[in-house]
């Protein structure tokens, strides 16, 4: 193919070069972005859907480049995944939100509110991920019950004897457990048989539509009978809108995020929303 190469073959070998540079140069700068300080974390609230009391918040990674600004998790996350980086940043994103979570809890008494940290794939399978989430709770004093993990649908797929394993490890240990972006995936449903989890968060492309595609809605109302026959918490995300919050209200979804109700924000700003001047 080499040497039958004509013009769109050279074409097309110059913009994979300038892809896979670009990824490289990305993944170089990643590597020591975390020492300067250029991740931090956002923290976007989470609601029970019942009374509209705010219970938690996510933490999502943000990335502030020096000159190209701020970069978004779905084009980064996705280098750290590859290049293995991930292994490194995980735990260091779990130690900060769990510090995070003391600190507001400091600040404001009561119900301590929980935090939720995304966990990739590889760290579920090359870290040591029951202990890293043990240090980080003894270091930062987090009672377990206050952190939860979410991992993607995929990340248990394909691996469930092991994944159930080790999900069955760490709720030992009082952590929740999450299964984000829930419905996207293909064997949906029938997983939640047999992986052993606390909650599921059905995905914001089904709760973009529930206002206007029955299917849509009634996929919704289908995870959240089947979720809570097997005494498991329905998170909704991406709820954008008042009338969205309503209908699941009706259907009797448990927690919702989503910009209607709050858009990640910056620690320091997360903070000042829980102890108003
Ligand atoms: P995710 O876990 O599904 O996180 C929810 C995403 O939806 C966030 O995007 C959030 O800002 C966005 N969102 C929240 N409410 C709404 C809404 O009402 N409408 C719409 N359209 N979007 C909403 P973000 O922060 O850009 O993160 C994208 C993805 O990057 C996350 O998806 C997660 O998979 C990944 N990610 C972010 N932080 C981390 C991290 O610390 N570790 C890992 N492994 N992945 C992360
Ligand atoms: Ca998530
Ligand atoms: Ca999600
Ligand atoms: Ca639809």
């Not at 097309?12 to 700068?29: G, K, P, T």
């Not at 691996?159 to 490890?169: F, N, P, R, V, W």
């Not at 918490?233 to 954008?240: D, H, I, K, R, S």
Request: glycine share 8%.
């Amino acid at each position: 193919a080499k040497v039958a190469g004509k013009n769109c073959h050279r074409f097309y070998s110059r913009a994979m070069d300038q892809a896979v540079e670009r990824r490289v140069h990305l993944e170089h700068e990643l590597r020591g972005a975390w020492d300067r300080g250029e991740l931090s974390l956002a923290y976007q609230p989470v609601f029970r859907v019942s009374d509209g009391v705010m219970v938690g918040a996510e933490a999502l990674l943000r990335w502030m480049h020096p000159t190209q600004g701020l970069i978004a998790p779905s084009v980064f996350i996705d280098v750290a995944e590859q290049c293995g980086l991930i292994e490194t940043l995980g735990p260091q994103v779990l130690r900060a939100a769990c510090f995070d979570a003391v600190a507001w809890h400091r600040s404001r008494g009561g119900d301590p509110l929980f935090v939720s940290v995304n966990v990739s794939p590889r760290q579920l399978r090359h870290g040591d991920l029951p202990e890293v989430v043990a240090d980080c709770l003894r270091d930062s004093g987090l009672t377990a019950q206050c952190l939860h993990l979410e991992l993607t649908e995929t990340a248990v797929i394909g691996d469930e004897t092991h994944a159930s394993a080790l999900l069955s490890k760490l709720r030992e240990t009082g952590v929740k457990v999450w299964l984000d972006d829930f419905g996207t995936g293909f064997s949906g449903l029938s997983h939640l048989r047999r992986v052993p989890v606390d909650g599921v968060k059905i995905d914001r492309s089904f709760i973009a539509d529930i206002l206007r595609d029955p299917d849509d809605l009634a996929l919704t109302t289908a995870i959240i009978a089947l979720a809570h026959s097997q005494g498991i918490t329905v998170v909704a995300e991406g709820v954008e809108k008042e009338g969205q919050y309503e209908l699941l209200r009706e259907r009797d979804c448990d927690l919702a995020q989503g910009y209607w109700l709050g858009h990640p924000v910056p620690m320091a700003e997360f903070q000042a929303l829980l102890c108003p001047a």
